[in-house]
């Protein structure tokens, strides 16, 4: 892993020194204009690690789930997920969603039931409030289609925004790899990756590194 690339695309800036959480002091070097500065080697070690890990997971056919529903992130999540053929959620996360799967499911029917009425004796008023429906669950579950047992690894951009998801994936004993701002708990995360995850740039650059021999 080259450590330049890390520098290049300033994964390294983290949030301001107030919002620092301490079991995360360990990652830290130093601090510029208030802002905490991420140990890059630190980073990079985490990057080649998980790599690995992460092909290792493709080899053995397992699945993964990434979760981000920041609006600007919508575009990169849903290009890796489709590109590496894995579930997705990048727009809204309803509770239960994985400790309650049944509900997802039924949604998902329903969805092509919808369809199928678009072709059915309706009028077009009708026909076009069953294509709104449609498109309305296809948005919130339509990455979870083929799903249908736990996935094996949920991949998590922000664990504040979405920790309803985090909690889930807890209570089912499903791995987690998040990536953390310096103000965020570590705690309950299986494997994190320390970074500026309000950057597109910067999240779109690890994944590039993380999947770049498995995309």
């Known amino acids: 892993m080259k450590i330049f690339h890390v520098l290049k695309n300033k994964i390294y800036i983290g949030n301001k020194i107030e919002k620092r959480n301490n079991l995360l002091k360990n990652f830290l070097v130093a601090n510029i204009n208030k802002f905490n500065i991420i140990n890059v080697k630190k980073i990079s070690i985490k990057l080649f690690l998980y790599k690995k890990y992460l092909q290792k997971i493709f080899f053995e056919k397992k699945k993964i789930l990434f979760i981000s529903t920041k ?32 509900n997802y499911k039924k949604m998902l029917n329903k969805s092509i039931y919808l369809k199928k009425k678009q072709k059915m004796n309706f009028t077009k008023k009708e026909k076009n409030m069953f294509l709104k429906e449609e498109l309305k669950i296809e948005t919130i579950y339509g990455g979870l289609r083929g799903m249908v047992e ?66």
């Open 150 to 215: 736990n996935p094996d690894l949920i991949i998590i951009t922000d664990i504040k925004k979405d920790r309803v998801a985090i909690n889930e994936a807890k209570k089912l004993k499903i791995k987690i790899l998040a990536l953390l701002d310096t103000d965020d708990s570590p705690k309950g995360i299986d494997y994190f990756i320390l970074c500026n995850n309000n950057s597109i740039i910067c999240v779109k650059n690890i994944l590039k590194i993380l999947f770049s021999e498995i995309c």
């Open 71 to 102: 609006n600007f992130l919508r575009e990169i999540i849903y290009k890796y997920a489709k590109s590496l053929q894995q579930y997705f959620i990048c727009t809204k996360w309803i509770a239960g969603t994985l400790t309650n799967s049944i």
